[in-house]
């Protein structure tokens, strides 16, 4: 009997034993998971950020790419332009010296007139030239001191605004020391810009203000204001939002105000441009 109850008892203390032995075994194993659970997080976060590396270094490479495109294309364009500008001067040099011998005849005011519509449209294609061609090189600038009024109307006369199109200028006689005729690039692209945006009719206002160290010209036109993310990219070369456009307007702009030591900038609502060109340019060409 009692041989028995020992036996039972020593049975008991085994299953006991098992069963600890059992539980011990399973929290090894949770710890085990447990660790196991942790390394798998800290590889998964490791992944992921170097994910995130692969990611930017894509992007990189992306934006390379494109900016190799683009001065890729730059380069076509400047070699192109040059080509372009040389053959026309020629034959432009040809007619600009016929139409003076023909005006040297007597004429009748008709077939003046027609000689001075010939003679309007050989400007605008001298100044298209030097427009692309001042986007491609920078020429030295010739400083002259002139009236601001004379080179927006030297302007005017060469582009043809549409009627509809109201031009106001408010303190435009004033004296500036620059180029006339890079500022007469500029002020003919921003016309055209803005004759583009008004479409058929609308306001071109030219304002002139004297600061004691610079002269401001803001070119203000209404129309539709321009969206931001047009806003923000609107120097870029290359950067058009119209179907025939070039996308060189504003950065030839830019590149001849920036010769000027000066700075251009746009604002919406309304759009206005701003050039801003220190008075004392000629000690700064002079320095430099
Ligand atoms: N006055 C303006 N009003 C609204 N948008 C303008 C104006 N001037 C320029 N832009 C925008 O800037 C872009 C770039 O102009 P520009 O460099 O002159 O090239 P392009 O005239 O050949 O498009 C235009 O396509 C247009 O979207
Ligand atoms: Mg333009």
Same mark, same amino acid.
């Given at each position: 009997?009692?041989?028995? $109850?020992?036996?039972k008892? @020593?049975?008991?203390?085994?299953?006991?034993?098992?069963?600890?032995?059992?539980?011990? $075994?399973?929290n090894?194993? !949770?710890?085990?998971?447990?660790?196991?659970?942790?390394?798998?997080?800290?590889?998964?976060?490791?992944?992921?950020?170097?994910?995130a590396?692969?990611?930017?270094?894509?992007?990189?490479?992306?934006?390379? @790419? &494109?900016?190799?495109?683009? %001065?890729?294309k730059?380069?076509? !364009?400047g070699?192109?332009s040059?080509?372009?500008?040389?053959?026309?001067?020629?034959?432009?040099a040809?007619?600009? %010296?016929?139409?003076?011998?023909?005006?040297?005849?007597?004429?009748?005011?008709?077939?003046d007139?027609?000689?001075?519509?010939?003679?309007?449209?050989?400007?605008?294609?001298?100044?298209?030239? @030097?427009? $692309?061609?001042?986007f491609v090189?920078?020429?030295?600038?010739?400083?002259?001191?002139c009236?601001?009024?004379n080179?927006?109307?030297?302007t005017?006369?060469?582009?043809?605004?549409? #009627?509809? !199109?109201?031009?106001?200028t408010? *303190? /435009?006689?004033?004296?500036?020391?620059?180029?006339p005729k890079?500022?007469?690039?500029?002020?003919?692209?921003?016309?055209?810009?803005?004759? @583009?945006?008004?479409?058929?009719?609308?306001?071109?206002? !030219?304002?002139?203000?004297?600061d004691q160290?610079?002269?401001?010209?803001k070119?203000q036109?209404?129309?539709? +204001?321009?969206?931001?993310?047009v806003?923000? #990219?609107?120097?870029v070369p290359l950067?058009? +939002?119209?179907?025939n456009?070039?996308?060189l307007?504003?950065?030839? /702009?830019? *590149?001849?105000?920036t010769?000027?030591a000066? $700075?251009?900038?746009?604002?919406?609502?309304?759009?206005?441009?701003?050039?801003?060109?220190p008075?004392n340019? &000629?000690s700064i060409?002079?320095?430099?």
């Amino acid at each position: 009997m009692k041989k028995q $109850t020992v036996k039972k008892h @020593d049975n008991l203390i085994n299953t006991e034993q098992e069963q600890i032995r059992k539980i011990a $075994t399973k929290n090894n194993n !949770i710890e085990k998971i447990n660790f196991l659970k942790t390394e798998l997080e800290i590889a998964a976060n490791q992944i992921q950020m170097q994910d995130a590396e692969l990611e930017t270094a894509t992007n990189r490479i992306q934006v390379q @790419d &494109a900016e190799m495109e683009k %001065s890729a294309k730059l380069s076509a !364009i400047g070699l192109l332009s040059s080509q372009i500008a040389h053959d026309l001067r020629s034959p432009l040099a040809i007619i600009e %010296s016929a139409l003076w011998l023909l005006r040297q005849n007597s004429l009748t005011e008709e077939q003046d007139d027609k000689l001075q519509v010939i003679g309007r449209a050989v400007n605008k294609m001298k100044s298209e030239i @030097d427009r $692309t061609l001042s986007f491609v090189r920078n020429t030295p600038l010739e400083i002259q001191t002139c009236l601001i009024s004379n080179i927006i109307q030297s302007t005017l006369s060469n582009i043809n605004l549409p #009627k509809s !199109i109201k031009v106001k200028t408010i *303190n /435009c006689d004033v004296m500036i020391v620059c180029d006339p005729k890079k500022l007469e690039i500029v002020f003919t692209n921003l016309f055209n810009n803005a004759a @583009d945006a008004m479409s058929k009719s609308g306001d071109l206002i !030219i304002e002139v203000i004297e600061d004691q160290n610079s002269n401001i010209i803001k070119v203000q036109n209404s129309g539709p +204001t321009i969206p931001k993310d047009v806003l923000s #990219k609107l120097f870029v070369p290359l950067f058009t +939002t119209k179907q025939n456009g070039t996308g060189l307007g504003l950065s030839s /702009c830019r *590149n001849i105000i920036t010769q000027h030591a000066g $700075t251009i900038t746009a604002s919406s609502e309304p759009t206005v441009f701003t050039i801003e060109i220190p008075k004392n340019l &000629a000690s700064i060409v002079e320095k430099a």
